[in-house]
Structure formats: structure tokens, C-alpha cells
């Protein structure tokens, strides 16, 4: 087997075995029998159990395709492109489980494993300056959204609120009267995130 395909089919074992325990829970020893591999060859790549984690991380934030069409937004009336990104949010945490999984452990160990250098950090400088700042500045100045609003926390405001019922499904279903594990309730709040936003930021 290529280094490749072995660095690959331990990623994929990681990446499991991360989302479903967290950093703290996961042991190498089973990464290594769902790969295939031994420990030793696991840490021949990786030195550590953190190290491997940061590099589960990376690989995760470059597979995120919230900006995989960066032109598009750029034509969009202003009120569609922060529809479209609230979309494009939900269609991603939809499409794979394990981003919940990390975002909580990351949000656990205070963002210890995304560093200065992590693709995470311009992945998210990109959202802010190339889509939710020029769709503010563009409803401003269309007397559509209010005056001064903040791309930096306007993003994590929708990013939040975007997440919560991933982030929070249980305690949300046991709270309500919605399932919010299933895709009627998700649905449901995916129109209620997006038109709270949307009334949010009118002018």
C-alpha cells in the first residue's frame, strides 16, 4: 500500500474515531485496528494523539465547501447571499455529522488545536471579507440592511445560530415540542434561522 492510501485510510479511521469520543476518549489503539495498521506506524506519521488531531482538523475545514463557488455570492442581491451562506451551512453540517462532533470538542479544549497556521483561521477570514462584509456594505447601500453592522460579528452571530441545533439537538428536542434530530425539525429551523437573520439586519 502507498504511503498515500495508508496516510489516507488513517485520517478516515481518525476522523471516526475523534468525532464519536472527542480527543480526550480516543485511543490510537483503535484508529490503528480500523485502519488496518499498527500504532507504531501511526505515529511514524503522526508524533502524537495531537498531532494527529490537528491534522484530522485541517482536513476537515479544507473539505468544507461553504465557499466552494466564491463568484456566485458576488452577484447575488445582498438579502439572498446571506440566505445562500445560512444555506450553505446547514447543507455542510447536514452532509457530514462530524463537523458537530469537532466544533463542540474544539469549543471544549478552547480552540487549542487550530493554530495561527490552520487553514481554519483564513478559511474564516475569507467567509467574512469576500461574502458577509460586501453583502452588508451592498444593503447598507441600498438602504436594505441597518448602517455599521460588523462582518466579524454579524459571521459568528449566523454561524451560531446556524449551528445550535447541531450543537445542541438533544437538549433543544427535550425542551420542545420538535425533534430537532430529524429533518423536518432541522428543516424547520434552517426558515427560522434565516428569517431571523434577515429581519434582523433590515433597516
Known sequence: MSKTKTIEKILNAAEKEFALRGIDGAKV????KEAGVTKQLIYHYFKTKDQ???AILESVSSGMQIIADLD??????????IRQFVNAIFDEFIKHPSYSAFTLDQALHGGEHITQSSIF????RT???EIIAPALRQGEKQGLFKKE??????????FQLSTACFLNQKVMSET?????????????WRDATITFIIDALKA
Open 149 to 158: 453592522l460588523d462582518p466579524d460579528t454579524m459571521f459568528w452571530m449566523i
Open 72 to 81: 456566485a455570492y458576488r452577484d447575488l442581491h445582498p438579502e439572498e447571499a
Open 121 to 124: 483561521i483564513p478559511s474564516t
Open 127 to 129: 467567509y467574512i471579507n
Open 29 to 32: 489503539e483503535t484508529i490503528a
Open 176 to 188: 420542545s415540542n420538535r425533534d430537532f434530530s430529524s429533518k423536518e425539525g432541522i428543516e424547520f
Open 52 to 54: 494527529l488531531y490537528s
